[in-house]
């Protein structure tokens, strides 16, 4: 895969499909931080259950279900969120990574902080949107290792300055309508900007009304 000119190639996304929580919610109580208990997930940087609230029980299985495992925490809209804790402010938590159905596109974020990867996220990142690529499209083993170099390569973009905050979206795989972009984030008390999956023709998932 050519990634420069596969960067060039880009078509409008609209940003209003996107369903995001609110970035920050402050808790009670700081939360107890168990020993080795969260290593090889996604979702590691901090265990915050002690501040997040009950579970949602849902009457059937989700088919995103398997996020639960990674860390992740199912919200009341059937999406997904990972929840870290705030290390300047005590007692605090924030939306790290947050999946979902919109539209029957499959739609996942990483959330940057004040504009700005923190050290380790774009791997974590990476990992994230790569075990959803696996999942949930038909794209064999060499083109997820050229789509993950893809991806890799507009993370270091975003680093650099050379992709600027758009609604546009950047094609990185053709069968499943796949495309990433850096946009802006909006609505409640979420500012800031975040690197977006959208999946257009997801495998493995059942039709969603909006979340």
């Given at each position: 895969?050519n ?51 009950p ?19 199912q919200n009341?809209?059937g ?18 990574f ?19 990867l923190?050290?380790?996220?774009n ?19 060499g ?5 993950r ?32 972009m ?10 800031g ?19």
């Amino acid at each position: 895969m050519n990634i420069i000119s596969r960067l060039l190639t880009t078509f409008s996304l609209s940003i209003s499909a996107l369903a995001v929580v609110p970035c920050f919610a402050i808790a009670q109580q700081t939360p107890t931080v168990p020993e080795q208990q969260m290593t090889q997930r996604i979702c590691s940087s901090d265990a915050v259950e002690d501040l997040l609230p009950p579970a949602v029980s849902q009457e059937s299985p989700s088919p995103l279900s398997y996020l639960g495992q990674q860390g992740f925490t199912q919200n009341s809209d059937g999406s997904w969120t990972c929840y870290v804790s705030d290390s300047r402010k005590q007692g605090r938590y924030y939306t790290l990574f947050k999946v979902q159905q919109v539209n029957g596109n499959l739609v996942a974020s990483s959330f940057l902080d004040g504009g700005i990867l923190p050290e380790g996220q774009n791997n974590r990142s990476l990992d994230f949107f790569m075990m959803l690529i696996e999942k949930h499209t038909k794209a064999s083993q060499g083109n997820r290792e050229s789509i993950r170099r893809y991806l890799d390569t507009f993370f270091s973009f975003v680093k650099q300055g050379k992709v600027q905050l758009s609604n546009r979206g950047y094609l990185f795989d053709q069968p499943s309508g796949g495309v990433v972009m850096y946009h802006s984030v909006t609505g409640g008390k979420l500012k800031g900007a975040a690197i977006t999956i959208n999946i257009r023709s997801p495998e493995n998932l059942s039709s969603s009304p909006v979340s």
